[in-house]
Nanobody, 120 residues
Framework: QVQLVESGGGLVQAGGSLRLSCAAS????????MGWYRQAPGKQRELVAT???????NYADSVKDRFTISRDSAKNTGYLQMNSLKPEDTAVYYC??????????????WGQGTQVTVSL
């Protein structure tokens, strides 16, 4: 009922920047929280950052002061600006959104993931 599509991943050198986007579509009445998670090879998926409908943000310690999460509620789109990238940021990045659908049911949606690779 709700679909998320990420874009913006790619290969970048250490110290570089990337901006990820997450476009939500479908039976969306509201988006309570949008978030970004990542999963590196052989590791569990971990929280990167979240943002609420009231624009409150939360970051993993490993990305604080380097990454910025934002959202455009009018476009149902979330963003993750990643600066000063490090090789350890290499992972598949997943967008997540949960909220209320037009059917008045809750949803918890995930995107398909976008690869971010940071080289030395």
């Amino acid at each position: 009922q709700v679909q998320l599509v990420e874009s913006g991943g790619g290969l970048v050198q250490a110290g570089g920047s990337l901006r990820l986007s997450c476009a939500a579509s479908g039976r969306i009445l509201s988006i309570s929280t949008m978030g970004w998670y990542r999963q590196a090879p052989g590791k569990q998926r971990e929280l990167v950052a979240t943002i609420t409908s009231g624009a409150s943000t939360n970051y993993a310690d490993s990305v604080k002061d380097r990454f910025t999460i934002s959202r455009d509620s009018a476009k149902n789109t979330g963003y993750l600006q990643m600066n000063s990238l490090k090789p350890e940021d290499t992972a598949v990045y997943y967008c997540n959104a949960y909220g209320l659908s037009t059917l008045k049911t809750s949803y918890n949606a995930w995107g398909q993931g976008t690869q971010v690779t940071v080289s030395l």
